[in-house]
């Protein structure tokens, strides 16, 4: 059975930073392109981050770049979304989510991307 769990999210206050991990289990990580989604109370889900299979390429959401950055350890199977400098407009259930055959380029467009997803964790930014 395919798992993606989410961890790492809290309550921050502005400009802080946090980390968050995605552990997977049930799958090779290493033949799934990679992404971070997001989704705040009242709004629709959004795109934050994706990255390539070997980890060699990623993409941002234009909100995000520069600050947040999407890594992976495929030995651990596990991705991870360093968060800095936060703003209270970041506060949102963070979601990744893993897809087999399509390009991670194509996450922020594509509204079937996606073959599994985590259950979500909380970021708080507090101003």
């Known amino acids: 059975q395919v798992q993606l769990v989410e961890s790492g999210g809290g309550l921050v206050q502005a400009g802080g930073s946090l980390r968050l991990s995605c552990a997977a289990s049930g799958l090779t990580l290493s033949r799934y392109a990679m992404a971070w989604f997001r989704q705040a109370p009242g709004k629709e889900r959004e795109f934050v981050a994706a990255i390539s299979w070997s980890g060699g390429t990623t993409y941002y959401a234009d909100s995000v770049k520069g600050r947040f950055t999407i890594s992976r350890d495929n030995a651990k199977n596990t991705v991870y979304l360093q968060m800095n400098s936060l703003k209270p407009e970041d506060t949102a259930v963070y979601y990744c989510?893993?897809?087999?055959?399509?390009?991670?380029?194509?996450?922020?467009?594509?509204?079937?991307?996606?073959?599994?997803w985590g259950q979500g964790t909380q970021v708080t930014v507090s101003s």
């Open positions: 989510a893993a897809d087999r055959l399509h390009s991670p380029a194509t996450a922020q467009a594509r509204v079937t991307w996606g073959d599994y």
